[in-house]
């Protein structure tokens, strides 16, 4: 992935519902400018989410979601209502379709009830427009066929969309400091290119006027001895946080790219909080390890391999480990004692909360593998001394 692309965790998800045959296919692509989905008269020629990130002006970057009807038939019919109703999950600007010529029905009142409760800023819009005789002066009315206020359309989506850019570091480092990039390269690591954690924070750090220095684990301490000042700021991958601890001197911040992500989606202080579990976790407890992203899994994977592995020696105990990746999720956690998440880089905002508030929600406490890796090497208090309001917590 380039470094000058946004990647798909970032950008505004605007995803369309609706009936079968309201026009939500033709909308998208009228939106797109582009053959984005399939168009029929025949109903549910949408069988699955299409999703396509792209360009979309005056927004920007977006990722735009087209779903199937949400009066879909039968049992692979309830199927796909449900996957339509799991990308909710990551819809940050959700559009209402609606047949202009049936006008609303009790299965878009449902949608619109459902946008509500996940607190999921909306806009119905009645399309095929151009089959009616008059418009009515209430509603906003489009035509996917003929173009009418489609343009329109696009200026009510941009002005939804959220007008603060979140920063990663901005508030930690000022143009002139020195920050240590610590990066392992091992068998897990991706050939040629570095993983998007990685990639965001580089641009990010350029971008504030910092000078990088970028070093693997093996010369970490001859990379420190060379530099005539004392960094401002070690951030190093998760699964080396315990022999990087060693060799940072005390004064020196220090932190995770899993840590600084989990601030990034607003999610710093749950995941610290969730940790604690971690002390109190007994034989057969149930621990779901879940990553937002799918891989190829190698022999020393930390998810599934190091993260199990120190926590049985960290607790002396014997849980039960069971994993997830990519979109799979539960959407009921009861089950487990506790939930060990990713960084996210790959997931938005809006799912990445979804996920937490599914676990709030049943009381099952959740951390991410940054925050359980410092606290299984006993130096989660120094990862986090970098952000006082969560520092606080653990005093």
């Known amino acids: 992935m380039s470094l000058n692309n946004t990647p798909a965790a970032e950008r505004v998800h605007i995803g369309f519902y609706g009936l079968r045959n309201a026009g ?17 008269e025949v109903k549910g020629t949408t069988t699955d989410p299409v999703k396509k990130t792209m360009e979309l002006l005056p927004l920007g970057p977006v990722v735009i ?62 399309n095929k427009a151009d089959l009616l005789e008059s418009i009515p002066a209430e509603g906003f009315y489009v035509s996917a066929e003929t173009g009418l206020n489609i343009y329109e359309l696009k200026e009510k989506l941009a002005a939804m969309a959220p007008k603060e850019e979140k920063k990663l570091l901005a508030d930690l480092v000022t143009a002139g400091d020195t920050v240590v990039l610590v990066i392992p390269i091992d068998e897990s690591a991706p050939k040629g290119r570095l993983i998007l954690p990685q990639q965001h924070t580089i641009r990010e750090l350029l971008e504030l006027g910092v000078t990088i220095v970028c070093s693997q684990h093996t010369n970490l301490q001859e990379t420190l001895e060379k530099l005539k000042t004392p960094p401002k700021l070690v951030i190093t991958d998760s699964q080396v946080f315990g022999f990087v601890s060693k060799i940072v001197p005390k004064k020196t911040f220090l932190t995770s790219f899993s840590i600084l992500f989990a601030r990034f989606k607003g999610s710093l202080s749950t995941v610290v909080s969730g940790a604690a579990m971690l002390s109190k976790l007994k034989d057969g407890d149930k621990i779901l390890i879940s990553e937002g992203c799918t ?41 487990f ?49 970098p952000f006082p309001a969560v520092y606080e917590l653990l005093k």
């Open 337 to 385: 004692a506790l939930v060990i998440h990713c960084g996210g880089c790959m997931l938005n905002e809006k799912e990445m909360k979804s996920r937490l508030a599914r676990c709030k929600q049943q009381g099952i406490p959740v951390t991410n593998y940054g925050i359980a890796i410092a606290q299984l090497h006993g130096i989660l208090k120094r990862s986090v001394e």
């Open 24 to 40: 939500k296919s033709s909308l998208v692509n009228a939106v797109t400018g582009q053959k984005l989905s399939l168009v029929s």
């Open 295 to 335: 891989h190829h899994r190698q022999c020393q994977d930390i998810g599934t391999v190091k993260l199990p592995g120190w926590i049985e020696k960290y607790t002396g105990v014997k849980p039960e480990f069971h994993f997830t990746s990519g979109a799979e999720f539960p959407e009921d956690p009861s089950d």
């Open 65 to 126: 979601i087209d779903t199937p009807g949400m009066d879909d038939e039968g049992e692979l019919g309830a199927q796909r209502v449900a996957r339509a109703k799991e990308m909710l999950s990551q819809t940050d600007i959700a559009v209402l379709v609606v047949d202009a010529a049936r006008g609303l029905s009790p299965e878009d009142q449902e949608l619109i009830a459902l946008f509500e409760a996940k607190k999921t800023p909306y806009l119905t819009v009645f």
